[in-house]
């Protein structure tokens, strides 16, 4: 009878164990069964010791069934950890997968809307390379889109006489700061020039500004209504 309490909290441990496998979903049911009831079963032998316990012998069938079980109980837990242990690897590689393949919806999404916009969208990393950029900016400047396979950079486009002034602000820019002029003229493919206002934000990724990420507008037809507004100022027909 002394050892009826020690007796009753370790089979409690035991069972508690066993209950706590079946109902594990992190592990396969196979696993999960033979851990439970290897555990279950020896927490339910475990009670019978205080009848059964004699002081003449240790090698008696209630010591070798609880050796027994108690091995396949500690096989089972070696299992159920290797087992849980692929089960969680096999969540994380398919979480990966499907942030990626949010991640490729969630860009493609961006490019079909980008391509609907009206004005030049981009992305160009620290040297100015072009990362990215809609149809309208192919469109604007005269370039073909395999021609960001073999490399454009956005100083490339833009007119000698601002690269200066250009460069200027993209350094700005990647710092965050304001800039207070946004128009430039812009070159196209054919060497035409034609004004143009930038807008851009740094891009961060990680913490680190890999980047910039902006619009640019043409702004011809505005120039040609302020000279046609000019004109008509200086020649009022009266």
Known sequence: ?????????????????????????????????????????????????????????????????????????????????????DQVAKKETQAKEEAQAALVASEARYRELADLLPETVFEVDLEGNILFANRTAFDIFGCAPEEMETGLNVFAMMDPDQLDQVKAAFRKALRGEPNTNHEYTAIRRDGSKFPIIIRSTPIIRDGNVTGLRGIIVDITEIKKAQDRMRYLSLHDAL
């Open 1 to 85: 009878l002394t050892l009826l309490p020690s007796v009753l909290i370790f089979s409690a441990s035991l069972i508690t164990s066993g209950l706590s496998f079946f109902r594990s979903a992190a592990i396969r049911p196979v696993v999960r069964r033979l851990a439970g009831w290897n555990f279950l079963l020896l927490g339910i032998h475990i009670l019978d010791y205080p009848l059964l316990y004699s002081r003449e012998t240790t090698l008696s069938w209630p010591y070798m069934l609880a050796f027994i079980l108690g091995v396949m109980a500690a096989v089972g837990t070696f299992l159920a950890y290797f087992d849980n242990r």
